[in-house]
């Protein structure tokens, strides 16, 4: 079960990051328990605290997304490219938690690509049934000082 | 009989003078030398808040009109400001955004002089050197820089002739500025800084006008939308500051939490709040929390936005958790709001370099928040300043 565990957990996080390149938030959210928790924090030296950036339901975050249409996001209208490097994964039971690296780059409309961020993914998983969900997501932001301002999950 | 040129951003406008923008005060890198001079130079300008800051030997690097200066608490618990230059050879001192002094002094990594708090040098490197020269300990420090306070806020000003901040402020927009700044022991939870390639005034218009409001979704759903918020006006203050008339905001029409609850000292339930400072501040309150901006121009065609988020000092976790939460839903680098303002300007930046867009209209004539009036109000006071017309800038290569 244990290494079954490890190869659909690492499965799920690389479908996270395609789903997020791909703007299929349907299926990003699909990945989430109904009681999920979204958060994305940044340390900031200068209060010399972290803050929180975004903390959102999975309920939130799907109407959040729902009316992406009516607002004007630059970032919503961009390509976006994950790369990935898996660095924890520990399993305890019906609970494992996993550490993924991550640089993201944008694509502008004109071409020209540029790093938008780079942190980690700390997410909490829970066994329903065989499958695994995301219980919680914080994205650990290094990038204190974003190209382009980010309504939708990174 | 000729009919009116046709109004296609290429003609100027038929318009009064002070009602249309020449758009070269955008995008001449002449007039923004002048304008680092005149008025980033030469205003009182908003730097941090003193939560900031909340013990001595505490510092924090800021930087005004292209100059980093260094603000620290300093032995005595004020608030002291430096520029942040080694007088031996002009190195940087401090090389942290924040931090706190080391044993209370600042040691240049050049040649190891070393400062206190005060700015008054506590040692020079191997000192025999200079004997025969009039360089000594006693006549070295690093150049302070005029800071003072108000309601928590601190400001600067690199120019020593102009007088200080309450006069610069004037009675109104401080009186403006009361509620609720002065009622209550505020501290920042939230800084982020985003960098965008646009003109520092365009971003200030969006602070200036309530027309682009229609830009926003929450804005159109929660607010446009209210009789009271749509009667309400901007006021004119001395000195090219303005507020708008208080108002309150019907969150709920968007599904949103309610801000009826957990107000800030002096708030009304769901109220709004907003003052903006010349030349570049805006202070905007919603009810439970508190925005913040502020920018640091570094050339005509690029900006950097500072945003501070308020809540009360000694709040309880719950509470504060509700004020980061009603924070990040509108403002913030998460913010619905923040991305579409900064996503506005940089196009009018692109088209006004290209020069597709020569003029811009600032003629809306109305009661309520939408009215120009507050923009032409800022730009008869940048006028003041730079000695320039914002409809016609002429030559500026000549008098900068």
Redesign the interface.
Same mark, same amino acid.
């Given at each position: 079960m244990s290494m079954e565990s490890h190869f659909q957990l690492e499965r799920l996080i690389h479908r996270a990051a395609r789903y997020l390149d791909e703007q299929d938030y349907a299926g990003f959210l699909s990945l989430f328990s109904e009681n999920a928790e979204y958060l #994305?924090t940044?340390r /900031?030296? &200068? @209060? %010399? +605290?972290k =803050?929180?950036? =975004? +903390?959102q339901s999975r309920t939130e975050l799907g &109407? *959040?997304l729902e /009316?992406m249409d009516?607002? %004007?996001? %630059? #970032?919503a209208r961009e390509e976006q490219s994950r790369l990935i490097s898996i660095d924890i994964v520990e399993i305890s039971g019906e609970i494992s938690r996993t550490s993924t690296n991550f640089v993201i780059y944008r694509t502008h409309n004109e071409g020209q690509s540029e790093c938008f961020a780079v942190g980690r993914y700390e997410d909490e998983w829970c066994l329903h049934g065989e499958n695994w969900q995301l219980q919680r997501r914080e994205v650990v932001l290094k990038t *204190? +000082? @974003?190209?382009? @301002?980010?309504?939708l999950p990174i | 009989m000729s009919l009116p040129l046709r109004l296609d951003g290429q003609n100027r406008p038929e318009l009064p003078a002070t009602h249309y923008i020449d758009n070269r005060i955008y995008t001449d890198a002449a007039i923004f030398a002048l304008e680092q001079k005149s008025i980033l130079a030469a205003t009182w300008r908003f730097v941090c808040h003193e939560s900031e800051l909340p013990n001595v030997s505490d510092y924090r690097l800021v930087t005004v009109a292209g100059k980093e200066i260094i603000l620290l608490r300093d032995e005595s618990g004020s608030i002291a400001a430096f520029y942040n230059n080694c007088p031996h050879r002009g190195a940087r001192i401090l090389r942290h955004p924040a931090g706190k002094l080391e044993e209370g002094r600042m040691t240049c990594f050049y040649h190891l002089w070393s400062f206190d708090s005060g700015g008054h040098c506590l040692n020079i490197s191997q000192p025999g050197a200079y004997q025969g020269t009039d360089i000594s300990r006693q006549q070295t420090g690093l150049k302070p820089v005029r800071v003072e306070m108000i309601f928590g806020l601190v400001f600067v000003c690199l120019d020593d002739q102009v007088p200080g901040l309450e006069e610069f402020l004037g009675e109104e927009a401080i009186n403006a500025m009361r509620i609720p700044f002065g009622s209550a022991n505020l501290e920042v939870f939230h800084f982020h800084r985003v960098e965008f390639n646009a003109n520092w005034k365009l971003f200030v218009e969006t602070n200036n006008e309530g027309y682009h409001e229609l830009l926003h979704l929450l804005n159109r759903t929660t607010a446009v939308a209210e009789q009271e918020y749509r009667r309400r006006k901007w006021l004119m203050h001395d000195n090219g500051h303005i507020s708008l008339e208080h108002a309150k905001i019907g969150y709920g029409n968007l599904k949103y939490e309610s801000r009826e609850e957990d107000t800030l000292p002096g708030m009304e339930p769901n109220g709004h709040v907003v003052v903006n400072l010349f030349p570049d501040m805006m202070l905007n309150c919603r009810s439970t929390v508190i925005r913040l901006d502020s920018l640091v121009p570094l050339s005509e065609s690029r900006t950097v936005l500072e945003c501070r988020g308020l809540g009360v000092a000694g709040d309880s976790e719950a509470v504060r958790r509700k004020r980061v939460r009603h924070h990040n839903q509108v403002w913030g680098p998460t913010g619905v709001n923040l991305a579409e303002d900064l996503w506005a300007v940089q196009t009018q930046m692109q088209n006004m370099r290209s020069g597709t867009s020569r003029f811009s209209i600032i003629a809306r004539e109305e009661e309520g928040p939408m009215s120009d009036q507050s923009l032409r109000n800022y730009y008869a006071e940048w006028a003041r300043l730079t000695g320039l017309q914002a409809h016609d800038p002429g030559l500026v290569e000549n008098r900068s």
């Open positions: #994305i940044v /900031a030296p &200068e @209060l %010399e +605290q =803050m929180t950036w =975004m +903390q &109407e *959040r /009316a009516k607002h %004007e996001w %630059e #970032i *204190r +000082q @974003l190209p382009v @301002l980010s309504p | -």
